[in-house]
């Protein structure tokens, strides 16, 4: 059963790994996705919002929800 896991700073190259593979296929990777993706918790965890990562023996799969503007 795959484990849902808070971000860390500990997942943030993982983070950066599976986001950045997916951008670059499906995009270009722009100066504003390498600032996210190089600084996580600044960039959504800090305003307030998620990344979340599931695993069993590996990490699987990634969500990340963005804080609103208020």
């Known amino acids: 059963m ?11 190259p993982a983070f950066r790994a599976i986001n950045a593979a997916w951008i670059e296929e499906m995009f270009v ?12 918790r600044e960039a959504i965890v800090e305003p ?8 069993t023996m590996a990490i699987l799969g990634r969500a990340t929800s963005w804080a609103r503007a208020r």
């Open 2 to 12: 795959p484990v849902i896991l808070p971000f860390t700073d500990a997942l943030a």
């Open 48 to 55: 307030g919002g998620r990344s979340c990562s599931s695993r």
């Open 29 to 40: 990777l722009e100066a504003h996705d390498e600032h996210v993706l190089d600084h996580p």
